[in-house]
């Protein structure tokens, strides 16, 4: 991997607030995370925290890490990582958690979170393990859309008939 690649894959991984996480189980995953000491970092597992259980990841393995621009949106580089699992409350831990606290958005137990995610997360680095597979200049042709995982919560259903008097009536009491 050149100088050019590790500063990309990088820079990318700092100034995205998500990143797409494909482990060998299981469809791409976005997850929230920091950059710290040459890896992206993430926590998860637990009620309160995002999943990770169904991606795979184990201590060892590989993973697909997706990282878009900041600018545009679009994909940016994708590179293949090493999983390594940090030991709580292990020296690496503690910093990784002292990182990853700072970008934990509406903790409820804010003050108390490193012990709860010691007791029920997982807590990974995902550290790059070779060459971007793809990169400006490198990018597939396809679009690489993916398929909306099935939900009930996308059904459309008629919407009530008295519906539209009832927004039409609020408009008219209110002088619109």
């Known amino acids: 991997m050149t100088l050019l690649d590790q500063a990309l894959i990088e820079e990318a991984s700092k100034k995205s607030g998500l990143i797409w996480v494909r482990g060998p189980e299981g469809p791409s995953r976005a997850l929230w995370h920091v950059w710290h000491d040459g890896a992206v970092c993430v926590v998860g597992g637990g009620e309160l925290e995002q999943p990770l259980d169904d991606l795979g990841l184990t201590d060892g393995g590989t993973a697909t890490v997706s990282v878009r621009s900041k600018d ?20 690496r831990w503690e910093t990784t958690v002292g990182e990853l606290r ?7 137990d804010f003050t108390t979170i490193a012990d709860r995610w010691a007791r029920e997360c997982r807590v990974l680095r995902l ?14 042709d396809d679009p690489q859309a993916a398929v909306p995982v099935p939900t009930p919560a996308t059904t459309r259903r008629r919407i009530p008939a008295g519906l539209p008097r009832l927004l039409f009536r609020r408009r008219r009491e209110h002088g619109a």
Do not use: D, F
């Open 72 to 91: 545009k949106g679009g994909r940016l580089v994708v590179w293949p990582a090493r999983v390594t699992e940090l030991e709580p409350r292990g020296g």
């Open 102 to 108: 700072g970008k934990r958005l509406n903790a409820p």
């Open 127 to 140: 550290e790059p393990a070779g060459a971007p597979l793809q990169k400006p200049g490198a990018m597939p």
